[in-house]
């Protein structure tokens, strides 16, 4: 089953921990850059970090050529500035200068907590340590997943995403996610593109547990008719074997 990300972490899953700031940089103007990059392209952020500035998007940058780098991050002009938000990797891989990974480890601990960099014409100006909790009617809906040995495909905006993560946070065995990379996104794009016109539908309300449920109800009335189909078959086969048998008796 292919989902994405926000469907697993609704909105309030999403919970800020801290924001470091490098070089005095102002962090209103951080939280203005990262808001308005996220609030554009990642899904599973923009609910925080709109509540971080109380929805005001008035106040935003008019966002210019976004680019996203699946697994990596995002790349666009805000106010004139060239602006990386983005992963270690990322930054790393764009020249940027980052703190020690002593200094990382030291505010990521256990690996449950998740951790963004900001960068503003070529300089490091602030990180952004957040992570997700689980809920309840989402780990219910996995567990009947499971339970049925379906596996997920997820797209996942947010870079620091992994199959790992999502699988710690609903206590899933490993191997049950896998997170797709932007190669198998386009791979898959194809198969789950719009179609004007398709042999069934479902109406289902917005909501991962209401999408299950249907394609639940919709693969048990698949197998109810087969059984009805299979019934109806030995049926007639037997009734032919005893109409012949009368018939030469």
């Known amino acids: 089953l292919q989902v994405d990300a926000s469907d697993l972490f609704p909105p309030a899953c999403a919970h800020l921990y801290g924001i470091k700031t490098i070089q005095k940089e102002r962090v209103d103007r951080a939280i203005l850059y990262a808001t308005s990059i996220l609030i554009e392209g990642c899904s599973t952020l923009s609910g925080l970090f ?39 990797a990322m930054m790393e891989s764009e020249g940027i200068a980052l703190p020690a990974m002593d200094y990382e480890n030291r505010y990521t601990q256990n690996g ?5 960099y900001l960068a503003v014409s070529g300089k490091l100006s602030a990180m952004f340590l957040f992570g ?6 989402v780990a219910r809906t996995l567990g009947t997943l499971r339970r049925e040995n379906i596996r997920l495909l997820v797209t996942a905006d947010d870079p620091t995403l992994t199959a790992a993560r999502i699988e ?9 996610i896998k997170v797709l990379n932007a190669g198998e996104r386009d791979r898959l794009a194809p198969a789950v593109a719009y ?29 109810a008719e087969h059984t009805a189909c299979t019934i109806q078959t030995v049926g007639v086969t037997v009734s032919v074997v005893l109409g012949l048998l009368l018939s030469f008796t």
């Open 50 to 88: 709109r509540t971080m500035i109380e929805n005001k998007t008035e106040l935003l940058y008019p966002v210019k050529d976004l680019e996203k780098r699946t697994g990596e991050g995002y790349v666009a002009w805000c106010d004139n500035c060239r602006v990386l938000l983005g992963t270690r």
């Open 132 to 137: 997700y909790s689980g809920t309840k009617s």
């Open 112 to 116: 449950d907590r998740h951790l963004l």
């Open 168 to 176: 710690d946070a609903y206590r899933l065995r490993p191997g049950f």
């Open 195 to 223: 179609l004007p016109a398709a042999e069934g539908c479902m109406v289902h309300l917005e909501g991962f547990a209401s999408m299950v449920g249907g394609l639940q109800a919709a693969a048990g009335a698949d197998r």
